[in-house]
């Protein structure tokens, strides 16, 4: 019944009373308050009755909580202090009792949860209540007389034994349910103080000393009980397994360890002799059977212990570990393909180095080395052989150094040399010219011989007193060499910062010049050297409106290379060449029809949407069939692979015409001429500046134009300057080139009127 209901049925007597006395008195039915105000008194009074009632049985149930509360505090503290399990069960009789009450009848029993099947497993509760027949026999018999019994379990097995104890409380159900709380608590502490009890170190162990030695037999460390006199009294088996003998037991604990580490076996047991109380730790080597071992070695006095009566030395190898700590170590600090010092170590060493100029005043220098054409070595032999070289060149290095200076590698192609203690900048300007000519040296490979020449930069203390910023020094150096050409030094000055810095600028200004196409065409032509006819004309981009003029292409166009800004300028170029050369065929007349040659640089030919750009451009409204031609450069022929070969042959499909140009300058090979569907040869200036003077250079040019009319390509010779080298070219059988001696770059205007002349006169531009 709800409490509002049993409050209502409980007002029913005296209310009820006072009604009755009213009807059967006459004279207290007027008037009607009379009977009214006895009812609600007795009712206000029995309201107190039942409040003060509740009060005491409140107050009754938490005297009962807070004795249940000191029994169970007094139960803990004796289970704490149990030193048996025997102990411990008799805590637990004395707890029950006084939780079930003194003269109630009662039993307790602390047994393993695997002899008491009633408690279900997973039933996701701490205690369950069972009549005491439903238990097994041996227990039942053991509880006879009590009507039901709470199987309380603890939380979680023992730690070490693995084993869940349970305690079984019976008595009446009654008392058990108003105790239940109170019991679960009480198990949860007997389970682990039985564990306690047995595994104190006191306790005797059913195995005896037969038990101790099985463990140390199983045990992979070593322990040795060293005498007053250091000699080995006592080794565990793993003791044959570490230093490879059959009976260490009188052996000296100093002849045991290497000779260079025994002066630290001494000091450990002058350390224990000092000091008996405390533990010794180090790290000794010892010889065994697959040769020298590292171990970890914990000594501890137990001289005053009666049954030891020495030294406690406990080993364990650490080889591997301290093996695979130095391996982890070195490749963190270590280049992996040559050996060298990584950019960490070095900037580590050059910290040590400027702390050690500032102490005592030497120099140190770093010199940042930066190999030539090393890309292309991988692009035409792989990166097997490219990885081989950067061996070599760091065994190199490491020959020609001085034993207190670091060479290092720092990624790439990029090495860098730490030189310490020199006696002026000069040592390291003939560090690094030395490092230029050994480099030099060509290097043979199981592909061939290969030569890879370097660039070097020079920095010193001088320059900087902070690690990076000195190798960043070194690095703006070596950028100032490599400008000046292939095989070149160069000493940090500041005005390089001024360089970097507009290099920079102009950066950032080719990013907007490409977005906002703020770049023009100019086209070199092509002749007919025989007769001054032009017969095409090359593309060449300019970029007229720089910051201080026009920008030179040597500067720009490698920018664009490096930037990746190379391929929206080449498909501009080619979208605008091939337009302007539509429009020149139409001006032209009949019977001219000059083609367009464009530069195409190795990025572009990877590009996905490349084949597709040409496909457009070749079918410019206007533009004549079979007048377009594609330059490409050696190096990205012999870089070829499948998808290199579809995008020619799609080419030679669409009309495109090939040629090499600056052929002579990179890796030379017949053989491309041969498997690749090559129009033209595009002879490089350097070949045709001394064929004037030098025999051996004509004769060579002259065998190059031979072969090339064999194969039944075109030969166009750059450069040509002078009319020795025009007249010399054509009675070579070299019929077109190009060059100042013809014209200079045209803008399209003038194009078209060159289209109409014939050049025959001197050097210089013809058209005035």
Known sequence: MPPAQWLMAALVAPAGGAVCLYLAVPGLREPLWTAIVPAALSCVLFLLLVLRLAGMIAEHRRARARARERVLLAAIAALASAKSPDQVSRCCEAAVAALLGAHVPHGSLLLPAGEVPGLPPGTGRASLLLPVDRLPPGIAARLAGLPAALVCSPAEPGPASGRADVLLAAGPERRLVGARAALETLAAHAGPAAHRAELRPDRPHPGGEAYFRTLLSSASDVVLVVGADSTVRYASPSARTLFGRSEVTGTPLRSLVEPQDRERVDRTLAALDSDPGRDVHDHWRVGGPGGRAEVEARCRDLRADGSVGGLVVTLRDVTEQRKLRYELSHRAFHDPVTGLPNRALLLERIGRALLHDRRESPLACVLFIDLDDFKTVNETLGHAAGDRILKAVGERLSQTLRR?????????????????????????????????????????????????????????????????????????????????????????????????????????????????????????????????????????????????????????????????????????????AVADMARLQRTAGRGLAPYISVNVSGRQWQDADFLEEVSKAVETPGLAPGSLQLELTESVLLHRDDRLDRVIRSLKELGVRIAVDDFGTGFSSLRYLRDFPVDTLKLDKT??????????????????????????????????????????????????????????????????????????????????
Request: hydrophobic content about 40%; proline content about 7%.
């Open 404 to 576: 207190t200076d670091t060479a290092a590698r720092l990624g790439g192609d990029a090495f860098a040399v730490l030189m310490e203690e020199a006696r002026q900048p000069e040592d390291a300007e003939l560090l690094a010219q030395q490092v230029i000519e050994v480099l030099d040296r060509p290097f043979r490979l199981p592909e061939g011989t290969v030569t890879v020449s370097a660039g070097v930069g020079v920095a010193t203390t001088w320059d900087s007193t902070d690690p990076d910023e000195l190798l960043s020094c070194a690095g703006l150096a070596v950028y100032a060499a490599k400008s000046a050409g292939k095989r070149q030094w160069s000493r940090f000055v500041p005005g390089l910062r001024v360089r970097v810095t507009e290099r920079h600028d102009l950066r950032a200004r080719l990013d907007r010049a490409i977005s906002r196409e703020e770049f023009a065409l100019r086209y070199q032509p092509v002749v007919d050297i025989t007769g001054g006819q032009v017969i095409g004309f090359e593309a060449l981009a300019r970029w007229p409106q720089g910051r201080c003029g026009p920008v030179p292409p040597g500067q720009f166009i490698p920018l664009a290379e490096e930037t990746g800004h190379i391929a929206p300028l080449g498909a501009w170029v080619l979208r605008n």
């Open 687 to 768: 070949y045709i500046d001394d064929i004037p003077r030098d025999p051996r250079q004509a004769a060579l040019v002259h065998g190059i134009v031979c072969l090339a009319r064999t194969l039944g390509l075109q030969v166009i010779a750059e450069g040509i300057e002078q009319r020795g080298q025009r007249d010399l070219l054509t009675s070579m059988g070299c019929r077109f080139g190009q060059g100042f001696l013809f014209a200079q770059p045209l803008t399209v205007e003038q194009s078209a009127v060159a289209l109409r002349k014939h050049y025959g006169g001197g050097p210089g531009p013809a058209l005035r």
